[in-house]
């Protein structure tokens, strides 16, 4: 168990480091956001189709 939770946190600071780096954000955390918005916007248009995704924004 120590083993898995040690493992575990060293996979998410280095996880987490990755993930403030720049062609990280620019490759994969904002397209995915974007993404994101985008088929969040889809499914609540059903709803009302007033919404509007522009960008990573709803």
Same mark, same amino acid.
């Given at each position: 168990?120590?083993?898995?939770?040690?493992?575990?946190?060293?996979?998410?600071? $280095?996880?987490? %480091?990755? /993930?403030?780096?720049?062609?990280?954000? /620019?490759?994969?955390?904002?397209?995915?956001?974007? $993404?994101?918005?985008? $088929?969040?916007? %889809?499914?609540?248009?059903?709803?009302?189709?007033?919404?509007?995704? $522009? %960008?990573?924004?709803?």
């Amino acid at each position: 168990m120590v083993r898995f939770f040690l493992w575990f946190l060293l996979l998410q600071a $280095t996880l987490f %480091g990755l /993930e403030l780096t720049p062609w990280v954000q /620019e490759w994969f955390v904002v397209p995915w956001t974007n $993404t994101l918005a985008a $088929t969040s916007a %889809g499914l609540v248009k059903l709803f009302d189709p007033g919404v509007l995704a $522009t %960008g990573k924004v709803l």
